[in-house]
């Protein structure tokens, strides 16, 4: 039997006793070069033991870690040392720190970036003094394809941009996290202590996590607490707790730090804001505790761990900061988590454009988002109940696609789930679900309305199908093609279109007629096509669906559609670099001028370097 991790605490022995002669290794270092797929070191003896095919253990075990078993090289989260922040200032005052290889050629980038890690060195050393610090920057995320599905397996296909968070932190001899903002008129600062955060006993499953963070939320929104930035910093309870044992001792208890953030990503705005908080969190302490761990590894603890805060996203985020390089799209795939890239379309710059609508997330708007997601898990349960046959090749949402399934078979699954239903109805068509259904409606209100569980699900199935053949679209540089993607993305999200200036309101729905009508036609129609289904998830408001359709009119774009989680936020459009003044200031006189809105909401971004430390 294959081990999913090594623990190393007085002893060394796989979870599940891989050792194929009982042997367990005492205090080993394996050898930083892979010494084999199916052999450890033990006292400078070779000690057979079962490994999955084609992986190899390699890298320097410590007492108290956890090593991933399919461990390269190539995917380990890679930190420095911390540095003396006088020798980091004097290293990035006398350009001896590259930032070229984060933002490529762009000097007016270079410039204002190192500008800004200077400030923050000099914050943090008000603060706290002059220490031993880490430098992380972690950018905003733009995702140019596979909204709301990365956690129904669907892929997504960011870049991340040259706005950052950016967090100095020196590490503690305790577990406590001192945490300030530089932006402290508007963020004030506070600090935890990682034992008091962690749950009382070891969490066993997602199933129980997800019980717990809500437990915690709801004690938070009673306490008055749940609006707070630094419950983003908190998330780093989940890293602890991955480092637990069934006895609910730790392996390894994390050290805390100090901690001053600075942001300049716009917030609220569908770029990522808040999940680039729980990374450069999760890289501080995987630095200054020296920890072993993949890139995959620390997506999936960063995805599960901002549930913390009460939303149930994936770790489509978490995935774009970490892995995306500079000059392509990341091609991101979930279950199992996979990275390809696409060179980004040369001669074009992404534009995103603020509606300065804000999308609380804490507030009103995460009972919405919580809705939309329990669309897809109750349809899911409905389609499986209703369609048996699908179980052998489906085990996502994202798994109903044109690879598994002929068209005619997938508009008639779909036709099986209700158009909208409401709580006390789904109670009655799946009793034998009672309890799952329970969780996930005391996550969120329950909408007025009902449930729109078809429209959602069309939506998710044809997104995932979006975000997987986008990949091809890009790799054949096929920019046409990509905006139409774009569009029909959007047209997704909508409630309004806007024609000759006229607001109309937008009327899209997967009812019998609309899903008969695409059975009758012929599977090569262009209309029958997967990836031309809108859906309808609805998470888009007047004023973005305002900014696209006054962006789809202007000469040299070619898409235009929301960003992010949506109910506010920014829209992004791909623009020929020759036309991008011209569209600038159409956006300024059309909506930021005449809205009394700031031009800064218009950003010109280009395809940087993820996630990185700077030393």
């Excluded at 009982?22 to 006292?43: Q, Y």
């Amino acid at each position: 039997m294959a081990a999913s991790r090594i623990v190393i605490k007085d002893r060394v022995f796989f979870k599940e006793k891989v050792f194929t002669n009982g042997s367990r290794v005492v205090n080993s270092t394996l050898e930083n070069s892979i010494i084999g797929p199916n052999s450890l070191i033990k006292d400078s003896t070779l000690v057979n033991c079962v490994v999955e095919p084609n992986c190899s253990i390699s890298g320097e075990v410590l007492k108290g870690q956890i090593i991933e078993e399919n461990y390269p090289k190539i995917d380990a989260i890679k930190y420095p040392a911390p540095l003396d922040i006088r020798v980091l200032r004097s290293r990035l005052e006398k350009e001896v720190i590259d930032l070229s290889k984060f933002f490529g050629n762009y000097s007016e980038i270079i410039s204002e970036r190192r500008e800004v890690y200077l400030r923050v060195l000099d914050r943090f050393e008000e603060v706290f003094g002059s220490r031993k610090v880490f430098l992380v920057r972690v950018p905003g995320r733009v995702n140019l394809m596979g909204r709301h599905v990365d956690h129904r397996g669907g892929y997504v296909n960011p870049i991340v941009f040259n706005k950052e968070v950016v967090l100095v932190a020196s590490p503690r001899n305790d577990d406590k996290f001192v945490v300030e903002n530089f932006h402290s008129e508007e963020f004030s600062g506070g600090s935890f202590r990682l034992s008091e955060e962690i749950p009382k006993r070891k969490i066993s499953s997602i199933e129980d996590w997800r019980k717990w963070t809500q437990e915690k939320y709801e004690e938070r929104t009673r306490r008055g607490e749940e609006k707070s930035w630094i419950n983003y910093v908190k998330t780093v309870v989940y890293l602890q707790e991955y480092y637990r044992l069934d006895d609910s001792s730790f392996v390894n208890k994390l050290r805390g730090l100090d901690m001053l953030f600075y942001g300049d990503i716009p917030m609220s705005a569908g770029l990522s804001s808040s999940s680039a908080l729980v990374v450069a969190t999760y890289l501080a302490t995987v630095a200054a505790n020296r920890l072993i761990i993949s890139k995959r590894r620390l997506v999936e603890l960063c995805g599960y761990g901002e549930w913390y805060v009460g939303t149930r996203g994936g770790c489509g985020d978490h995935a774009a900061m970490i892995w995306s390089k500079a000059g392509y799209v990341s091609h991101i795939g979930f279950f199992p988590l996979r990275v390809s890239y696409a060179k980004f379309p040369s001669n074009y710059r992404i534009l995103v454009c603020n509606s300065f609508v804000e999308a609380k997330k804490m507030t009103g708007a995460k009972d919405i988002f919580n809705q939309r997601v329990a669309c897809y898990e109750i349809g899911f349960m409905i389609l499986k109940k209703k369609c048996p046959d699908i179980l052998s090749k489906v085990r996502y949402l994202r798994d109903i696609n044109t690879l598994n399934f002929d068209l005619n078979t997938i508009y008639s699954m779909v036709k099986e789930l209700p158009l909208r239903a409401s709580r006390e109805e789904l109670l009655k068509q799946l009793p034998e679900m009672r309890e799952k259904l329970m969780r996930i409606f005391r996550e969120h209100k329950e909408p007025p309305e009902g449930y729109y569980i078809r429209d959602v699900c069309l939506f998710g199935i044809a997104e995932c199908e979006r975000s997987r053949i986008v990949y091809d679209v890009l790799s054949r540089g096929d920019v046409k093609e990509f905006g139409e993607l774009m569009k029909i993305s959007h047209d997704g999200d909508r409630v309004v279109k806007y024609r000759d200036s006229r607001e109309e309101e937008w009327e899209w729905s997967a009812s019998d007629e609309y899903l008969e009508h695409l059975i009758s036609l012929p599977d090569d129609h262009p209309n029958k096509q997967l990836f031309r289904q809108p859906g309808a998830y609805r998470c888009s408001i007047r004023e973005t669906d305002y900014l696209v359709d006054l962006l789809l009119k202007q000469e040299g774009v070619v898409g235009a559609q929301l960003a992010g989680a949506g109910l506010g936020g920014c829209v992004i459009a791909l623009v020929h670099e020759k036309y991008v003044k011209k569209v600038v200031e159409a956006l300024y006189r059309e909506y930021y001028d005449k809205c009394s809105k700031p031009r800064t909401g218009v950003l010109v971004c280009v395809p940087v370097e993820g996630a990185s430390f700077l030393a």
